[in-house]
């Protein structure tokens, strides 16, 4: 089993990962951080991924984002996905998380820790992954809504 982390840089990304980095000290897991990126140029500049002139490299970003992880959690497994099943009529965010629960199928998560702090509330905003990838039964869902 394993604790699945998707992680984008923010805080609170940061946050769960650690948090899933001190429950795998308890449970003997090993701990995954995906991360997904999205054949979308304006979806790296909102995370901070690229700067404004910096030419959209998906390895690139892949590579600085694996060297977060490891500065925050360096036992944790490091794997980064460009959703390939994008649907002309699907939001990038529904790309998003097309992957992460696929992911999460594949490695057989036990937990999947989401840092959103809107995941959970009454209305969902249509960025926030929380939500939908908490709705799958076949994981337990960890929301960290503080860093």
């Known amino acids: 089993m394993v604790l699945l982390v998707p992680f ?13 980095t001190e429950f795998s000290e308890y449970t003997g897991e ?8 999205p054949d979308e140029p304006d979806y790296a ?3 901070n991924w690229l700067n404004p002139n910096d ?4 390895d690139d970003i892949a590579d600085t984002l694996r060297e977060r992880v490891a500065e925050i959690a360096p036992e944790a497994e490091f794997r980064a996905e460009v959703p390939e099943d994008v649907s002309s009529m699907a939001s ?15 490695v ?3 937990i999947v820790f989401v840092g959103s702090e809107n995941a959970g509330r009454v ?9 939908p990838v908490s709705e799958d039964p076949r994981y337990d869902i960890h929301i960290v809504r503080h860093a």
Do not use: C, Y
Not at 8 to 20: F, H, I, V, Y
Not at 123 to 131: E, L, N, R
């Open 8 to 20: 984008d840089g923010s805080e609170l990304s940061q946050a769960a990962l650690e948090r899933a």
């Open 108 to 110: 057989d998560a036990s």
């Open 123 to 131: 209305s969902t905003p249509v960025s926030s992954v929380g939500a």
């Open 45 to 47: 500049l909102e995370r």
């Open 92 to 106: 990038i965010t529904t790309d998003v998380v097309r992957t992460i629960r696929s992911v999460a199928h594949d």
């Open 30 to 37: 090993d701990v995954l951080a995906l991360v997904v990126i």
């Open 55 to 58: 030419p959209f490299d998906p």
